[in-house]
């Protein structure tokens, strides 16, 4: 199915906006299902997905601990000395936190699914200046090409011989900083390369630049905005209902 890019890029701004904006847990998972649904719609692997997070568990555990344990409550599950660590209310925001981070993620994947180069046809067309939208094919194209660099540089030190599972922590971080600077002194180069080609083939000449490629909303992309925004509004009134 044929979706114009700028239905993905509205839908992504309903769905991280209201991912914000809500606040309970019940909401919030009703988001998450609709962000799911959204995600088969347009294609998007989300087992693969769901691997990549699992790379984050750790840190989102971490930060739904931090929300539990500073956010005051009444019944209390765990407490030393009198002192409450964890309320049945910082255990809600503790996952209410983890499933806000899973909604804009898996929302960013929408757009990611789709070609860099419609993702820039969609901005233009949405009027915004073209240099911001090569600004940003350009952030795409070079994350791939950090992390590859960033992999390269561990492997090369894995391989003169540094177990970066048995050094002490203090050495590993100071590794990583020289494995880092490389990295990024590469990338700094070929932005730079980039910059040079672009200018060359007279980017910026001219205020508007042209394209081949002409986009059309067609009916279902607007069925698709509507029902999805219907959705989206049902389940912030329900989230501020609950708060009333």
């Not at 795409?140 to 177990?163: C, H, N, Y």
């Not at 971080?173 to 080609?197: D, E, F, G, M, Q």
């Not at 394209?211 to 999805?228: E, G």
Request: charged letters at 15%; one cysteine or more; aromatic letters at 8%.
């Amino acid at each position: 199915m044929k979706i114009d890019p700028r239905t993905r890029i509205i839908l992504v701004f309903l769905i991280s906006s209201a991912a914000v904006v809500i606040k309970e847990l019940i909401p919030l998972l009703f988001l998450l299902l609709l962000t799911l649904i959204l995600c088969r719609m347009f294609s998007v692997h989300l087992s693969g997905s769901i691997k990549r997070l699992r790379k984050l568990l750790y840190f989102f555990i971490i930060l739904a601990l931090i929300q539990s344990i500073f956010t005051p409550g009444e019944e209390t599950l765990i407490a030393a000395g009198g002192l409450k660590i964890l309320t049945t209310e910082g255990l809600e925001a503790g996952i209410s936190i983890i499933i806000r981070m899973s909604v804009i993620i898996l929302s960013a994947l929408i757009i990611a699914s789709a070609p860099a180069m419609d993702v820039v046809y969609g901005l233009i067309a949405m009027k915004l200046p073209y240099e911001i939208a090569f600004m940003v094919l350009l952030s795409i194209k070079f994350l791939p090409l950090f992390r590859e660099e960033f992999a390269d540089s561990i492997i090369a030190v894995q391989l003169a011989g540094a177990d970066l599972v048995k050094i002490p922590l203090r050495q590993k971080l100071s590794l990583y900083t020289y494995v880092l600077t490389p990295s990024v002194i590469k990338a700094l180069n070929r932005a730079r390369l980039i910059s040079l080609s672009m200018e060359a083939r007279g980017f910026r000449i001219y205020p508007d630049r042209t394209s081949y490629c002409k986009l059309s909303m067609s009916r279902m992309d607007y069925v698709t905005i509507t029902a999805a925004s219907a959705a989206v509004l049902l389940i912030i009134s329900y989230n501020f209902s609950i708060i009333g």
